[in-house]
């Protein structure tokens, strides 16, 4: 019974202690996803894209999205990436082109390393691979290529398209 007191006491300093923390971290996570979502100078020419049906066997599709810097200084866009290996999405300024950058977890993405300057234009190209998941592939899709930039903010271009064999 006397060993019983202290490891009950110390269970329940351990839960308050995982509240806490817990709580703390969610809120600061909140902050963060907040402060991700605040405005930023990069503008696009549309923020997402619907291919509409397309068939697995007339192969890939894609998408050029525009974007530009609006804001009076420069812009590091540190990552470029995708939310399915489906899909690859390349960036080209002018004459400089790097890609195809895909999933995160499946395969090396190297870091997009660009700047953006005052009022510079860059395109983006998404291309999706309906064929991709097989068969079972069929159906709505829904996908995300996402920039991340220096300071933190976080831009989104979506595609999505009916898939049919």
């Given at each position: ?6 490891i009950?006491?110390g269970?329940?300093?351990?839960l ?6 817990g709580?703390?971290s969610?809120?600061?996570t ?7 979502q605040?405005?930023t100078?990069?503008e696009?020419s549309e923020?997402?894209f619907?291919?509409?049906?397309i068939s697995?066997?007339?192969g ?10 609006a ?5 590091g866009?540190k990552?470029l ?8 999405a390349?960036?080209?300024?002018g004459?400089?082109?790097?890609g195809?950058?895909g ?10 390393g660009?700047e953006l300057?005052s009022?510079e234009e860059?395109e983006v190209?998404v291309?999706f691979?309906?064929?991709a998941?097989g ?5 709505m899709i829904?996908r995300?290529v ?6 933190g ?5 979506g595609i999505?398209?009916n898939v049919?064999?």
């Amino acid at each position: 019974m006397k060993k019983t007191i202290p490891i009950s006491i110390g269970i329940i300093v351990l839960l308050g202690a995982l509240f806490f923390f817990g709580k703390q971290s969610s809120e600061q996570t909140k902050e963060n996803d907040t402060g991700a979502q605040e405005e930023t100078a990069i503008e696009t020419s549309e923020s997402s894209f619907d291919f509409g049906t397309i068939s697995m066997a007339k192969g890939k599709v894609s998408r050029i999205f525009k974007i530009k810097n609006a804001g009076a200084e420069s812009i590091g866009l540190k990552k470029l990436y995708t939310s399915c290996m489906c899909t690859t999405a390349s960036y080209k300024k002018g004459e400089e082109k790097r890609g195809p950058f895909g999933m995160p977890g499946h395969g090396i993405v190297p870091p997009l390393g660009v700047e953006l300057g005052s009022n510079e234009e860059a395109e983006v190209e998404v291309v999706f691979d309906p064929a991709a998941h097989g068969p079972a592939g069929v159906g709505m899709i829904e996908r995300v290529v996402t920039f991340e930039t220096e300071s933190g903010k976080v831009v989104n271009l979506g595609i999505k398209a009916n898939v049919t064999p």
